[in-house]
């Protein structure tokens, strides 16, 4: 039937008709830094002034990424005591969700995480 249609109305009136077509694939399993290297981002760790313990340092997805949440927008960061303890927590932040880069901008694009990452090993987590 969608043939019919095609013929009926032409290929250029269908594709009028439809003003925006979104597509989320699931995305494939990775490792986090093959994710973040295929999608030009970085992971930026800060340490707090003055502050010892847990909250010590924190790490975040550069350039500004956000989770995609209902009507909202999420920043996600991870805490740590050391760099390599705040690291390890960042890719469990993003599992599974939508992302987006350059929220506010005529660049931002959107793409989903993988919902579980591969080890350097290759082994799933």
């Known amino acids: 039937m ?15 008709l439809i003003m925006r077509v979104e ?14 290297d295929r999608h030009e981002l970085w992971v930026k760790i800060e340490e707090r002034q003055g502050v010892r313990g847990p909250m010590r340092y924190y790490a975040s997805l550069m350039p500004h990424v956000e989770i ?15 760099p390599e303890e705040a690291l ?15 929220a506010y901008t005529k660049e931002r694009i959107e ?7 591969l080890e350097n090993n290759g082994k799933s987590t």
């Open 2 to 16: 969608g043939f019919q249609n095609e013929k009926r109305f032409g290929v250029k009136r269908l594709r009028s």
């Open 23 to 36: 597509i989320n694939e699931v995305a494939k399993v990775e490792s986090f830094e093959d994710f973040c």
């Open 68 to 82: 995609k949440c209902p009507g909202t927008l999420l920043s996600t960061f991870n805490n740590g005591n050391t």
């Open 88 to 102: 390890a927590g960042l890719p469990a932040k993003f599992t599974g969700k939508r992302l987006v880069v350059g």
């Open 111 to 117: 793409f989903n995480a993988p919902n579980e990452w």
